[in-house]
């Protein structure tokens, strides 16, 4: 099993910054690559960036290109997502997951389907 706990949400205005984190533990040898979702009330959870768990390669979401970026720390076994220039859409709870399969293109991992493993998450509100 893995365990995935995400923090860092908040409230925060139109144009300013949070930098989420999700910690994972447990089987960690068995992850492959790491994403981040959200879900807006009475929406539902779509994509936002993904990582693989070597680093190498990233993906995004074409509505957060530009503000938002995903990094890892592997001394730490945790994945952030810096969001920058917020805006009252980027509202949601912000769930963060593992993937633990072979895939041949990072670009995969926007699929919710391939993963395996979720955080509980975090709380997002941009204000206008």
């Known amino acids: 099993q893995v365990q995935l706990v995400e923090s860092g949400g908040g409230l925060v205005q139109t144009g300013g910054s949070l930098r989420l984190s999700c910690v994972a533990s447990?089987?960690?040898?068995?992850?492959?690559?790491m994403g981040w979702f959200r879900q807006a009330p009475g929406k539902e959870r779509e994509f936002v960036a993904a990582?693989?768990?070597?680093?190498?390669?990233?993906y995004y979401a074409d509505s957060v290109k530009g503000r938002f970026t995903i990094s890892k720390d592997n001394a730490k076994n945790t994945v952030y997502l810096q969001s920058n220039s917020l805006k009252p859409e980027d509202t949601a709870v912000y769930y963060c997951?593992?993937?633990?399969?072979?895939?041949?293109?990072?670009?995969?991992?926007?699929?919710?389907?391939?993963?395996?493993?979720w955080g509980q998450g975090t709380q997002v509100t941009v204000s206008s």
């Open positions: 997951g593992a993937a633990n399969g072979i895939y041949s293109s990072v670009s995969i991992l926007a699929t919710q389907g391939v993963y395996s493993y």
């Open positions: 447990g089987r960690i040898f068995s992850i492959s690559g």
């Open positions: 990582i693989t768990w070597s680093g190498s390669s990233r």
